[in-house]
């Protein structure tokens, strides 16, 4: 079975723009769930989606949004980049709905805000 | 809400020695607990996981951790550590019903040959 894939590998963008970063989870995957990763904040939940609606998000601005498509894929966006969104980005997919389950993350996408 | 203390964001160890990384949960109801390894420019691998069975839980690698309620700890032990172990690893937490995982700090193990 692949693994989760996730596009772009490695991401330079300018402060204000936008960026759409995509993850493909474990094939019958259902959930997917987007983290953010940064030497000051560690490992931080961005949101979590299940068949295409958004169950759970974390405590991040209105800027990060995110949405999953009928296959399963995901694509998260940040609008306005700011310098501080400089980090490497983590999807994980899981079959969710069963106790204790595990999360299979991807290799990331590592974004740098110049 | 649900947390995770890593003790010692670096720890050394020397090639054949016990390795010993420690973390200490607080949650309001049985959690699931993890540990997972990253090694550089790579994404997360799920080392091992309690989910209520077994206290004591054996993963990959020849990992192992115990689940101890009474002290809210699961820390994670090799007997004997092998160069090819220099990683970070993260201890997290989840709850039943939710997807979110809650990750400690981490710990970078170094080996010293």
């Known amino acids: 079975k692949a693994g989760v894939t996730q596009t772009p590998r490695y991401l330079i963008k300018t402060r204000g723009q936008q960026v759409t970063l995509s993850c493909s989870p474990i094939?019958?995957?259902?959930?997917v769930s987007w983290y953010q990763q940064t030497p000051g904040q560690g490992l931080q939940f961005l949101f979590e989606?299940?068949?295409?609606?958004?169950?759970n998000k974390g405590n991040f601005p209105g800027r990060f949004s995110g949405r999953q498509f009928s296959n399963s894929r995901s694509e998260m966006n940040v609008s306005t980049l700011e310098l501080g969104d400089s980090a490497l980005y983590l999807c994980?997919?899981?079959?969710?709905?069963?106790?204790?389950?595990?999360?299979?993350f991807g290799p990331g996408t590592r974004l740098t805000v110049l | 809400a649900q947390s995770v203390t890593q003790l010692g964001s670096h720890v050394s160890v020397s090639e054949g020695a016990l390795v010993l990384l420690r973390c200490n949960y607080s949650?309001?109801?049985?959690?699931?607990l993890f540990w997972y390894v990253q090694y550089p420019n790579q994404g997360l691998q799920l080392l091992l996981k309690?989910?209520?069975?077994?206290?004591l839980v054996k993963g990959i690698n020849g990992f192992e951790a115990e689940f101890k309620k009474s002290e809210t700890s699961f820390h994670l032990t090799k007997p004997s550590a092998h160069m090819s172990d220099a990683a970070e690893y993260f201890c997290?937490?989840?709850?039943?019903?939710?997807?979110?995982?809650?990750f400690g700090t981490g710990t970078r193990l170094t080996i010293i040959p």
């Open positions: 994980a997919s899981s079959s969710a709905g069963l106790a204790g389950n595990e999360q299979f």
């Open positions: 094939s019958g995957h259902r959930s």
């Open positions: 989606y299940f068949s295409e609606t958004q169950r």
């Open positions: 949650s309001s109801v049985p959690p699931y």
């Open positions: 309690y989910t209520s069975a077994a206290t």
């Open positions: 997290a937490v989840r709850l039943f019903g939710n997807e979110k995982l809650t």
